[in-house]
Antibody, heavy 117, light 111 residues
Framework: QVQLVESGGGVVQPGGSLRLSCAAS????????MHWVRQAPGKGLEWVAF????????YYADSVKGRFTISRDNSKNTLYLQMNSLRAEDTAVYYC??????????WGQGTLVTVSS | QSVLTQPPSVSAAPGQKVTISCSGS????????VSWYQQLPGTAPKLLIY???KRPSGIPDRFSGSKSGTSATLGITGLQTGDEADYYC????????????FGGGTKLTVL
């Protein structure tokens, strides 16, 4: 069965950096695009970024463009999100999610990122 | 402010039916498939409906989806207390700022 396990969350000061990882299993990782989606405390879902199956194209939400970088290592079945210049408003649970023809069909359990001094 | 518009809340009694609307535009719902997700308290979202009206394996037929033009609707019949959750619609947006977009979420209360 599909499993997506995020890691790397924690507390970071404003202006700091953090790298999230997502270990994928139960499907052919190298054949599917992948997303990061976040959810601020008590708020709705906000899409963050998408990467095609081969890493050839990447898309970002305007709110993170220029600060966050999505990447993947198909040899390790792992998705990454490098987050720089973090702000208080980036505080959220970050979900890794599998793409199915531009729809999300599986979600990880999420990892909490808290930006605070 | 979300790209897709959903009502903040809906409610109905056990056994009844409820519908949740999701309104968008030609750059998103109008030209792409719509998905629906259920998020139970404290858990990750789960796919309920994909390709506008298809149910993944294991999702009961009490849940249904439809799409017309730039709007979509989730229907839930035979409401159960376990259906109390937040529901989100989602789709791809093909505009200049391409990416996945979601509705603001609808809180379902089963009275």
């Amino acid at each position: 069965q599909v499993q997506l396990v995020e890691s790397g969350g924690g507390v970071v000061q404003p202006g700091g950096s953090l790298r999230l990882s997502c270990a994928a299993s139960g499907f052919t990782f190298s054949s599917y695009g992948m997303h990061w989606v976040r959810q601020a405390p008590g708020k709705g879902l906000e899409w963050v970024a998408f990467i095609r199956y081969d890493g050839s194209n990447k898309y970002y939400a305007d709110s993170v463009k220029g600060r966050f970088t999505i990447s993947r290592d198909n040899s390790k079945n792992t998705l990454y999100l490098q987050m720089n210049s973090l702000r208080a408003e980036d505080t959220a649970v970050y979900y890794c999610a599998k793409d199915r023809f531009r729809e999300i069909d599986y979600w990880g359990q999420g990892t909490l990122v808290t930006v605070s001094s | 402010q979300s790209v897709l518009t959903q009502p903040p809340s809906v409610s109905a009694a056990p056994g009844q039916k409820v519908t949740i609307s999701c309104s968008g535009s030609s750059s998103n719902i109008g030209n792409n498939y719509v998905s629906w997700y259920q998020q139970l308290p404290g858990t990750a979202p789960k796919l309920l409906i994909y390709d506008n009206n298809k149910r993944p394996s294991g999702i009961p037929d009490r849940f249904s989806g439809s799409k017309s033009g730039t709007s979509a609707t989730l229907g839930i019949t035979g409401l159960q207390t376990g259906d109390e959750a937040d529901y989100y619609c989602g789709t791809w947006d093909s505009s200049l700022s391409a990416g996945q977009v979601f509705g603001g979420g609808t809180k379902l209360t089963v009275l």
